[in-house]
Structures are given as structure tokens and as C-alpha cells.
């Protein structure tokens, strides 16, 4: 099985939800917390665009490829609402 995990910033305090491509993650079922970071048992990749690919596209040619997001909504100390956006995913 190819896992995912995600490592939150340091800034990142519970309470927070967790976000895959905008739809809204649950703990223990679409991922679990080690420590600091979010443990995702299936395969999450983000697109690395080449200039090969750059250029096809700057000349409306489609190469599209799996690109997952993971954000995570949080507040700061100071009570404000925050969000971690686009976090890196490593293979797990």
C-alpha cells in the first residue's frame, strides 16, 4: 500500500481541520497524526510542471497530471483564523 504524509508547520496547533483538494478530512478515517504530522494511507502527488510541459501549455496543449493539495485551517495564537496552504507531500 503507498502511504502519503504531511508534515504540519510548527505554527499549526489543535484544534485545525485538514483539507485534500478542498473537501474536508476526518481523523482516523482519511488520515491519522503522528506527532506533527498527517499520515494518509493512499498515494497523494503534486504536478512538478516541466518546461517541457510549461511550453506545451503556453500553446494551449493539455498535460494533465494528478495534482493534489493539502491545507490545513487552523487558528493562530491570537485567535485569528489561518491557512496552511498547499503543504508538501512526501511518500510515506
Known sequence: MTRSIVKLPEAVREPYEVYVNGVLQRDGIDY?????????????????????????????????????SVDVRYEAADGSPRVAEALEIEPG
Open 32 to 68: 491519522t497524526v503522528k506527532g506533527k504530522t498527517l499520515m494518509f494511507d493512499r498515494e497523494l502527488r503534486k504536478d512538478r510542471i516541466s518546461k517541457r510541459r510549461w511550453l506545451l501549455g503556453a500553446w494551449g496543449v493539455g498535460t494533465y497530471k494528478q495534482d493534489d
